[in-house]
Nanobody
Framework: QVQLVESGGGLVQAGGSLRLSCAASGRTFSSYGMGWFRQAPGKEREFVAAINWSGESTNYADSVKGRFTISRDNAKNTVYLQMNSLKPEDTAVYYC????????????????WGQGTQVTVSS
């Protein structure tokens, strides 16, 4: 069982930065692939970024490549999403998720989800 708690969301102007954190409970965190997803009002949940258990492999949605960076600290049971050059279209609730299998783009492969943190980017 893994419990996930996101933090770090907020209101930021376009062009600004935020760093989201996702703290995980459980001693097996380091064996899980981790992902970030987001859902804007009236839209489907979409993949943002993923990282494998060791942190050596990452994957990003085209819409955030070059602006967002996913990382993890297994000693702290935490995964991060550094978001730079934010745009109004990045406004959404951001969720972190844990996958017992390798980190994937598809949400259906994730076993545990956090409650989400709101990110709002003003123009």
């Amino acid at each position: 069982q893994v419990q996930l708690v996101e933090s770090g969301g907020g209101l930021v102007q376009a062009g600004g930065s935020l760093r989201l954190s996702c703290a995980a409970s459980g001693r097996t965190f380091s064996s899980y692939g981790m992902g970030w997803f987001r859902q804007a009002p009236g839209k489907e949940r979409e993949f943002v970024a993923a990282i494998n258990w060791s942190g050596e492999s990452t994957n990003y949605a085209d819409s955030v490549k070059g602006r967002f960076t996913i990382s993890r600290d297994n000693a702290k049971n935490t995964v991060y999403l550094q978001m730079n050059s934010l745009k109004p279209e990045d406004t959404a609730v951001y969720y972190c998720a844990a996958a017992a299998s390798s980190a994937r783009i598809e949400a259906r492969f994730y076993d545990y989800w956090g409650q989400g943190t709101q990110v709002t980017v003003s123009s």
